[in-house]
Structure formats: C-alpha cells, structure tokens
C-alpha cells in the first residue's frame, strides 16, 4: 500500500511554516509583549510573580506515533474512556453542575451501540439561566486585566499538553477521529490558546495612530458583553476551544453550547479550563438541542454576539435571528458565522502529477471528508483525465476504513446514521446524473457508520454533487478544458472557502492567486491541514463572515475600541 500523509509529512510542512516568520516579525512579537507585561504590572499591585514567562509562539509539534511509549500512552487513554461509557455528565452554569430532565446520548460512531456519554437535554430555562449568570459575570471579568486573562489560556495550554492523550482518545471515539486527526485538532487547540493569549497582550498595548499636540490621544480594546458561542463536533476540541477562548481572553463571558455530536470533548475543555482555575461563570457549559437551547440563546436581547462555525443553513439561520432586535436590546449583534465549503483542487496539465494524486487523495478524505476545508471536487485538465483518474483509484482503493481506535485505520466512520444515509444518497444521486463511479460507492462495514472512500468522475461542472456540500469521503472529478476553464469551474459555486492548485507553470500561479476566489488558497499543497498562525482560516460568500480563525484579525471580532483623549495641561 502506497504511504499517505505521514507524521513526518506533516512535522516537515510544520517546520516549515515556522521557518516563515522572520526574525525582524518575531522581534516585534516579543517586544509587544514585554510593553504589555510592563502595562500590566502598573495596573496591579501583585502582578508577575502570577505571570507565565512567555515565549515566541510556535505551532505545537505532533505526536510521534512511531515511538512505542506513546502509541501505549494512546491505547491506555482509549481502554480509560471505554470504561467510562455511559457516564453522565452535568450541564454547568455558574460552575453549578446541573442535570436535566431528558438527556442526550453521545454515540460512538464506529460502534453506535457504545453511549459515550450521558449528557443533559438542555432546556429553555436552563438557557435564560446560564444568560443571567454570563451577564452578571461579565461586570466582573471584563474588569480583569488582559494578561491576567491571557495568563488563563497560558495555563490551560499547559493542562492540554499534560492531558493531550486524553482529549485524543475522547475524539478517537466520540467522534471517529484517526489517531494522527486527532492529535492535530488537540495540537490545534493548544494553538489557539497560546496564540490568542498572545494577541489579546498586544491588543492590550495598541497606540493612537496620531498624537495630538497638547493631549494624551489613546485607543483601548475593551469587550463586547455575553456571547454565545456554537462550535460544530467536526473539530470538536480545536474549534471549540479557539471560539470559547478567543471571546473570554477579550474579556467576554460566554455560553457554550457543544454539538450534540460531540458533548465529551466539550467537557473535556471544561475540565481543562477548571484545572487552569479559570473563575466560575466566565464559561457556561449548556448542551442540548441547537433548535431549543441555541435559539433561545441567540434570540435574546441580552445576547452581545453569536460566534458560530456549522452548516450554511443553521450560519443563515442564525444571522437572520441575529439581526433582529428586540424590545430591551439596545445593540446590533454581532455574528462571526464560519460556514460550509465545497472545495476544489485544480491540477494542471502542468503539475507534478504524483504530488497532485497524493493531495488531492489525504485533502479529499482526511477524517472522511469531514472537514470545511476538504477538497470535494478535483478539477484536472483534459490531456491528464484519465491517467489522473486511473492513479487516484489505485490509491484510493488501498485505503483501510474500519475503527478509528485501530491505529491502521486511516479512514473511521461518518459522524452519524443520518449523516451515512445523506452521504450515501448523493452518490446514487451523482450517478443518476451521470457520474461515474470510480472507487467506493459503499458501506465499508455494517457495524458502524462506514462508508468506502468514494471517487466519482465525468462529473458536470453544475451536477448536484459539484454543488451541494456532502461533507463525507466523496469526490467529485471534474474535467476541464484548458486552465481557465478549470478556474471558470472553480469559481462556479457560492462557497469560497479553501482551494488549491497543482501547476508549474508560474503564469497559472500567478493568475490563480488573483482570480480563485477563495479565503485559503494552496499552491502545489493539499488544501486541507491550516496551521494557526501562517493560514488564517475562514472563507468568503456562503463559507461565512471571513473570520480567520487563528489570525491577526480574529480577536477584534471579540473587542471593541474605545478612544480616550486626555487634555495636557
Ligand atoms: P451544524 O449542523 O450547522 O451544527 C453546528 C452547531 O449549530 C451545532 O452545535 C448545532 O447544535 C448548532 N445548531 C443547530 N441548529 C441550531 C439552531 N437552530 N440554533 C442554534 N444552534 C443550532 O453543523 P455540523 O454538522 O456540526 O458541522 C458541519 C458543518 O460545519 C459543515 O457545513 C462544515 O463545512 C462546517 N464547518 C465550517 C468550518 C469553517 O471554519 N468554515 C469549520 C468546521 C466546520 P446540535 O448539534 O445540537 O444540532
Ligand atoms: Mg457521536
């Protein structure tokens, strides 16, 4: 069987995006953050003997699965969260653990009979109740000086790094999540924690751009109120880690309310961010339905801002609730809304062709095709069609799907039944229309929600499949003419969120950059795999508001900036 993206691979394109930064943009860095530290201590009586001592950031490197302790390590975190099925957990508000009437089962994609957990069917009240507590929180936290705050994500990333096994084996199962994708979303997490606490230090040192003769001219980030916060369970560590802790460095309070999917690894953070000593209430844990907790939650005057990252429909849904506003509410709410995708890779006539199979090969189904970045629709030149076609199927044929525990599994299953029969029903559909079915094309196992990696071919440009976002391993390949019409067809649906091109010829290049509409553009790389920090994440058009998740821009969308003049005398 042909290797596809190694550890190595990975740990090679990690180090070289640190290679990146420069040393004159590491400078700046840590000079911000010593202005900051230095802020900080004239605002406090008993300041640094608390602080953390900071370092430039670097992305967390990965897990060596090679080394036999640490596969042991893995294992004996798994076997400890198989013994804890069933468990129940608490909703907590106000650090209260709270149960509710009816729960909620989070199931184990690869053998649905296994109930994870036990969690709570959040209710109405219990959201208005969490609302209340947030509030009355957010007239103290937000009075918390930034680095004290960013010491908190400082210490977290700390915890994560100690329990990293842990939150790995809780997706592993939760959520069917291979070993080495699950390490990445924990390494993603820690990520975000330290970049983030290290953007609120600067945010906090900001400069008037002008200073007035005879005035102190300033300008402050100061926090917006609650927030609520509503994470997918497709990147249920990173993603919901990186909201959460983005919105409470800047000194929000929030509700956090998980995927009904993926519950276990909410309260994983939760558990995180307690051991960090993080103060009751600044983080408000209500799972439950998104249709009765999270509507209550972001309908309610009282609510500041929605961060949310799902499916197009509910990202809609939301910003349409959103934009009401209701006796009571004297703001305009804010909506950071991460989307869907249906990504695309171009591979040229032009292209290393076995550097275009592999990538477009780990992008297509890398955690099953599950990830907003996942490359759906490979569109390849004419004059490379078939050759493209045939060496994709070879690889994709010797893909092992089984349990996502089992380390020689690259494939787990999809996330549930309902995700497995949609999935399956856009394959009939894509042949219905014409589709050529290539690879895959069924259920790889009845035990779990398995589905054989799928490549369909001879795909039209404007096909369902071309389209509707599938979120599962299914591939669309597209021919196309000449290079514009690959770039034609590219651009032809309303997401905009990752893409990437394989070609040598730097003309291609050069058009792609300024005509492939997309919010994370690859060249001669997968598209999938962005790491925080060098890939500001978030797309354009129906992929969302652009965020860009794990960027310099990302914390701003928590803040708001006073400006305070001062008269001289
Ligand atoms: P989803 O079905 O839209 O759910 C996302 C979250 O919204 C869940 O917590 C869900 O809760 C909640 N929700 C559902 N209905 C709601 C409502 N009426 N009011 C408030 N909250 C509600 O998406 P998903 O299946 O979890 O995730 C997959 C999608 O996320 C894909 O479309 C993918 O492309 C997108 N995604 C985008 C990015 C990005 O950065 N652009 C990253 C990752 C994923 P329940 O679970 O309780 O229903
Ligand atoms: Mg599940």
Same mark, same amino acid.
Request: aromatic letters at 8%; one cysteine or more; a positive charge.
């Given at each position: ?305 929605? !961060?949310?990252?799902? *499916?197009?429909?509910? =990202?809609?849904? $939301? %910003?349409?609730? #959103? ?6 509410? +004297? ?72 349990? !996502?525990?089992?380390? *020689?599994?690259?494939? =787990?299953?999809? $996330? %549930?039944?309902? #995700? ?6 856009? +394959? ?142």
């Amino acid at each position: 069987m042909e290797p596809f993206l190694s550890y190595h691979d990975i740990k090679k394109e990690k180090i070289t995006n640190l290679e990146r930064m420069t040393d004159k943009q590491a400078l700046i860095q840590t000079e911000a953050l010593l202005r900051a530290t230095k802020w900080f201590t004239t605002q406090n009586s008993k300041p640094e003997t608390k602080l953390m001592k900071l370092t430039k950031f670097k992305n967390e490197p990965y897990t060596d699965w090679s080394k036999p302790a640490n596969r042991k390590k893995q294992e004996l975190a798994i076997a400890k969260i198989e013994k804890q099925f069933g468990k129940e957990y608490p909703n907590i508000i106000g650090g209260e653990k709270l149960t509710a009437k009816e729960k909620l089962h989070s199931l184990n994609p690869s053998n649905p009979n296994q109930v994870v957990g036990v969690f709570q069917k959040g209710t109405v009240d219990d959201a208005l109740k969490a609302l209340k507590v947030a509030e009355k929180k957010f007239a103290e936290w937000s009075k918390v000086p930034p680095a004290k705050r960013a010491d908190y994500l400082f210490k977290a990333a700390k915890i994560m790094r100690k329990r990293r096994f842990e939150s790995n084996a809780t997706m592993i199962i939760e959520v069917g999540k291979n070993w080495m994708e699950a390490d990445g979303d924990t390494a993603e997490a820690i990520d975000f924690l330290e970049f983030y606490g290290r953007e609120m230090l600067r945010y906090a040192d900001q400069k008037a751009a002008v200073q007035l003769p005879g005035e102190k001219d300033e300008v402050v980030y100061i926090p917006l109120g609650v927030g609520i916060v509503i994470p997918p369970w497709n990147f249920p560590f990173a993603i919901l880690a990186g909201m959460t802790t983005a919105a409470v460095v800047a000194g929000n309070t929030v509700i956090l309310k998980p995927s009904s999917d993926s519950p276990l690894t909410g309260m994983r953070f939760m558990e995180v961010m307690e051991e960090a000593g993080l103060p009751a209430g600044v983080i408000n844990f209500v799972a439950g339905p998104g249709s009765a907790v999270g509507d209550t939650l972001i309908k309610h005057p009282k609510s500041r801002f929605i !961060a949310f990252t799902g *499916s197009k429909e509910v =990202g809609i849904h $939301i %910003n349409t609730e #959103a934009a009401k506003v209701l006796p009571g509410q +004297i703001w305009l709410k804010r909506v950071v809304a991460e989307m869907g995708g249906k990504d695309s890779i171009i591979v040229d006539s032009e292209a290393n062709f076995e550097e275009a199979v592999a990538g477009v090969t780990v992008s297509a189904f890398g955690f099953q095709g599950q990830k907003c970045s996942a490359c759906s629709r490979a569109i390849v030149d004419a004059k490379i069609y078939d050759k493209f076609v045939a060496a994709l199927k070879k690889r994709v044929d010797a893909i092992p799907v089984g349990e !996502a525990k089992d380390l *020689s599994n690259y494939m =787990g299953p999809v $996330i %549930n039944k309902g #995700a497995m029969e949609n999935i399956m029903r856009y +394959i009939e559909v894509a042949q219905k229309e014409g589709g050529k079915l290539v690879s895959g094309g069924v259920r790889a196992s009845e035990d779990g929600y398995f589905i054989r990696p799928t490549v369909i071919a001879n795909v039209e440009p404007k096909a369902t499949i071309s389209q509707e976002e599938i979120f599962g391993p299914v591939l669309a390949v597209i021919k196309a003419k000449n290079f514009d019409h690959a770039l034609e067809i590219a651009n032809n649906t309303e997401y905009g969120l990752t893409g990437a091109v394989y070609s040598k010829n730097k003309k291609k290049i050069e058009r792609a950059r300024t005509e492939f509409h997309v919010g994370n553009l690859y060249l001669n790389r997968k598209c999938t795999g962005a790491m925080v920090g060098a890939h500001p994440f978030g797309g354009f058009n129906m992929s969302g508001t652009d965020s860009k998740a794990g960027g310099r821009d990302y914390l701003l969308l928590f803040l708001q900036a006073k400006s305070i003049a001062t008269k001289i005398k």
